[in-house]
């Protein structure tokens, strides 16, 4: 690789009874051509068949907690604390990396000596069966701030590289959109943040947040109102208000 920088990236994936897509998010990481990865999973005590296929990867699998948690995020930030990359990022069950070579190709999208606190590319959203069906409607911005999140999650929270030592813990106030409010405390630290104008994940279309979509729209208002203020919330998301009462 060009830049000879070659960290090492904690992939997280939480799960809970999801055996019909945990296999194909588990071999998407491991068949990675970039060798230099983490693996964590975290899984809430399943019962269904989830149990038996960790146990047919504990051999490529760098660390599996199996235990009961308190919800999504309580259950990520257990990743957190085992994760000892110097990238986190979260794959959730059902979602892909876009390609057995994304990991590497990101990497050497990073500038020589450069080493950011945030790498983010696009997302492509897909069906059960893996089809492709569109991109992610909220388009990542060509340079994101903390500010690019007024106007929504423009990126991806599976394609958010964060740099360990500036993630906090997700707060567990929000049951469905934390991860918005984890990213933006993250990226209001952040100095030097990176677009590798990639596609880097394959979005299972139905998630926690698609199927409580009123609740999140909730939360997702009252974190814009803490981050920004009610009066820019406000003025950028008439449109947003509208479809929340709509729905």
């Not at 309580?74 to 990238?87: L, P, V």
């Not at 897909?126 to 069906?133: K, P, Q, T, W």
């Not at 990126?155 to 707060?171: D, G, I, N, T």
Request: hydrophobic share 40%; proline share 3%; aromatic share 12%.
């Amino acid at each position: 690789m060009e830049n000879n920088y070659f960290p090492k990236i904690s992939v997280i994936t939480v799960t809970y009874n999801a055996e019909k897509y945990l296999e194909k998010t588990i071999d998407s990481v491991i068949e990675q051509s970039y060798s230099n990865i983490e693996f964590i999973i975290v899984d809430g005590n399943s019962t269904d068949n989830t149990v038996n296929i960790l146990s047919d990867y504990m051999n490529v699998i760098d660390i599996v907690i199996r235990e009961p948690d308190r919800g999504l995020y309580d259950a990520m930030n257990k990743g957190i604390s085992k994760a000892s990359g110097d990238y986190l990022v979260f794959l959730n069950a059902g979602d892909v990396f876009h390609s057995l070579t994304t990991i590497e190709q990101l990497i050497r999208t990073i500038p020589f000596g450069v080493q950011p606190d945030v790498i983010y590319g696009n997302t492509a959203i897909v069906n059960y069966a893996g089809e492709f069906l569109h991109m992610r409607r909220l388009q990542p911005p060509k340079e994101l701030t903390w500010k690019s999140f007024s106007k929504g999650m423009l990126v991806c929270h599976q394609s958010f590289f964060a740099k360990r030592e500036l993630v906090e813990p997700y707060s567990l106030e929000y049951k469905f959109s934390s991860d918005f409010d984890w990213c933006i405390r993250i990226l209001k630290k952040s100095s030097f943040i990176h677009n590798s104008n990639l596609v880097l994940v394959d979005y299972l279309e139905e998630g926690l947040t698609t199927k409580n979509r009123k609740a999140s729209l909730l939360e997702r208002f009252r974190i814009m109102v803490k981050h920004y203020g009610v009066t820019r919330t406000l003025i950028n998301h008439v449109g947003f208000i509208f479809r929340l009462f709509l729905k």
